[in-house]
């Protein structure tokens, strides 16, 4: 365990602005990882699937040429219900996070808990406002899919290139910008290599460096990354690693490698499982607009 890398862990969430990035390295097992939804969807619009062609563009081939076959099909995969909990995932849950953000598509991470009550939003509901809430937030920045009574043809979701574009050049970019402006963010279960986003920290940067000249007391947000690695890589895997690592980095975002034995990603747990440990009962942390506040008051 590396104690260093929990003070860190600690010492963003301490200072009560902090958000979780919840990635697809802590869905459920039960769910297709990333690659494997792609070539499901390819195999059921008869679309030929190719590696070497981005996931987001055949997506888009597929919602092109079946778009009630590629709707139905994601509705099949991620409405059923699992009823396994990923240890990592109760814990994180019960950490002072301020809210958490999600990518994924369904809701399997929240554990079943009496102690913390959350308020879920979905894409495209992400109002601002509700981060005042007194509920610990959850946001599905790129929809849910779930079996939930409600009309499934209002269940949206991004997956292709074209709800990329839409989304993230209108509701999710805003939602997304002003996170990265104004709150720290710790990445779990993410390689964060969806270009939209990176170029929504971009972006946001710019912005914290032009509020620093008006209001040189900003607390810069601070961002972390848990960054799995598999103890064993080729030569082309390694350097496609060194690539991601040094973008992250160069977007402000500390990246700290988490060698791991197996796609389980069991080190994840057990790193959530000691910082629980060493810290007391659940408390949600006041809402914090400090920075906010001096930017009114200038």
């Not at 987001?56 to 995969?77: D, P």
């Not at 929504?200 to 690695?229: A, C």
């Amino acid at each position: 365990m590396d104690d260093i890398l929990v003070e860190k862990i600690n010492e963003i969430i301490d200072r009560g602005n902090c958000f979780s990035w919840l990635g697809a390295g802590l869905s459920n097992r039960n769910y297709p990882k990333w690659d494997e939804l792609i070539k499901e969807l390819c195999r059921e619009c008869h679309v030929e699937y190719s590696k070497s062609v981005k996931p987001e563009v055949l997506a888009e081939s597929c919602k092109k040429n079946n778009k009630i076959v590629y709707n139905q099909k994601m509705r099949a995969i991620f409405k059923k219900k699992c009823f396994t909990y990923r240890r990592a995932c109760s814990n994180l849950l019960h950490l002072p996070f301020c809210g958490h953000i999600t990518t994924n598509y369904e809701v399997s991470f929240i554990t079943p808990t009496t102690e913390v009550q959350f308020e879920i939003y979905r894409y495209p509901y992400l109002p601002l406002k509700t981060l005042e809430i007194k509920n610990i937030p959850i946001y599905f920045v790129h929809g849910l899919i779930q079996d939930d009574g409600s009309d499934e043809e209002n269940q949206m979701f991004v997956l292709a290139s074209s709800e990329y574009e839409y989304a993230y050049s209108g509701v999710v970019g805003d939602f997304l910008r002003n996170i990265f402006t104004f709150r720290d963010v710790i990445f779990i279960g993410s390689s964060l290599n969806e270009s939209k986003v990176m170029k929504v920290i971009e972006t946001s940067n710019n912005y914290i460096d032009d509020i620093l000249k008006i209001v040189p007391h900003f607390k810069k947000p601070k961002r972390l990354m848990l960054l799995t690695e598999a103890r064993i890589i080729d030569d082309s895997e390694k350097y496609k690693s060194e690539c991601l690592k040094n973008e992250l980095k160069k977007l402000g975002i500390d990246v700290n490698v988490i060698e791991v034995a197996s796609e389980e990603c069991s080190e994840i747990d057990e790193i959530f499982e000691n910082i629980c440990n060493k810290r007391t009962i659940f408390k949600k942390p006041a809402y914090n607009p400090s920075n906010l506040e001096d930017l009114k008051n200038e």
